[in-house]
C-alpha cells in the first residue's frame, strides 16, 4: 500500500516542511516503505529515511524543493515526476535519484555513492567534489543534456556521464571551467567541451570505457524514459572522456614554472618595466 503524503492541509493551505517531514515520520513507525508526496518546495525529501527493518523504501515525488535525495541511503530510490532546485542528490550515499526534467545547481554535489539519473540538464557546480570511499560502490551522476559551469570541480573520484543530447548549438556541453582542481574520477562526455584545465587529460575511449557505456545507457535511458535515444549515444565515437593527471605529471608540470626571480627579471620587468616601453 502507498502511503500518499501532501504539502497542503485540509484548507489548501501549504504546510511547512517540518510538518511534511514529521508525516513521512509517522508513516514509516507504521511500516510504510512506498511514498507518493505532492510537494510544494519542501526540503530534504527521500534523504536518510531507512525502516526499522531494513527495508529499501521507494518515493515518488512532485514539486520538491532544494535537496531532495540529500544523504540518501543505499536500498532506497526517489522519483521525481518533473525538474528539481538545487542541491539534488547533494552528499549522496546510496541512493537511486531519478529526476524526470532539469536539475538545479550542485546536483550531485559532494555524492559518495549511489546513482543519480537526469532527464534534463543540471546546474552549475554539479558534480563538485564528488568521491569514492573504496568500501563502497563509487557515485555516478548521468545527465543527457548539459551541465553549467563550474561542473566536477575538484572532483574526487565517482563517474559522471554527460550525454549532450539537443546541445548542437552550445560551445561547450560542460559549461566554462569545468574540472577545476579534478584529482579523481571520470568524466564521459559527448559533445563540445572548452576551457578545460591544465590538470586534465581529454582522453579517446578505450574498450573498458566503452563496456562501462554499453551497459549503462540503456538502464540509464529506461529510467528517465528516454529509450529513442540509445541508438544514437551508442556511436562511441562521439564520445571523449576527462580524468585528471596523476600526481607524477602534475608535479613535472609545476616544475616547469618559472621561479619568482625569473618571471620577474624576464617577464614583469622585461623590455621596458612593468609600465611598458
Known sequence: MTAKISGFNDSNI???????????????????TDFEILSSGHHDIGGPFWSVEGKPLKFRVKNPGQRVGAFGLAGNQIIVEGS??????????????????????????????GKIFVAGQVGTRSGSLMKHDPAFPA?????????????????????????????????SV??????????????YVRGPVRNLPDEVWMLDL???????????????????????????????SQWQKVTAKSDEERRLRHSMRPTM????????????????G
Not at 517540518?18 to 508525516?23: R, S
Not at 542528490?89 to 555524492?111: P, Q, V
Not at 575538484?154 to 559522471?160: I, L, R, S, Y
Open 14 to 32: 501549504r504546510i511547512s516542511t517540518q510538518e511534511l517531514l514529521q508525516q513521512i515520520y509517522v508513516a514509516l513507525d507504521k511500516g510504510e
Open 206 to 236: 578505450n574498450a573498458a570505457d566503452i563496456d562501462f557505456l554499453s551497459a549503462g545507457l540503456p538502464v540509464f535511458l529506461k529510467n528517465i524514459e528516454r529509450d529513442k535515444y540509445l541508438e544514437q549515444l551508442t556511436d562511441f
Open 174 to 187: 560542460l559549461g566554462e571551467r569545468s574540472c577545476m582542481g579534478m584529482v579523481g574520477g571520470t568524466v
Open 261 to 276: 626571480r625569473e618571471f620577474r627579471l624576464n617577464t614583469w620587468v622585461a623590455d621596458g618595466g612593468i609600465f611598458g
Open 84 to 113: 528539481t532546485p538545487a542541491d539534488a542528490g547533494w552528499l549522496n550515499a546510496g541512493a537511486e535519484l531519478i529526476i524526470k526534467g532539469d536539475s538545479g545547481d550542485t546536483t550531485a554535489h559532494c555524492a559518495a555513492s
Open 139 to 171: 557515485p555516478e551522476l548521468w545527465v543527457l543534456k548539459n551541465t553549467g559551469s563550474f561542473s566536477f570541480e575538484f572532483m574526487g573520484g565517482g563517474t559522471a556521464i554527460v550525454c549532450g543530447i539537443d546541445c548542437e548549438e552550445r560551445d
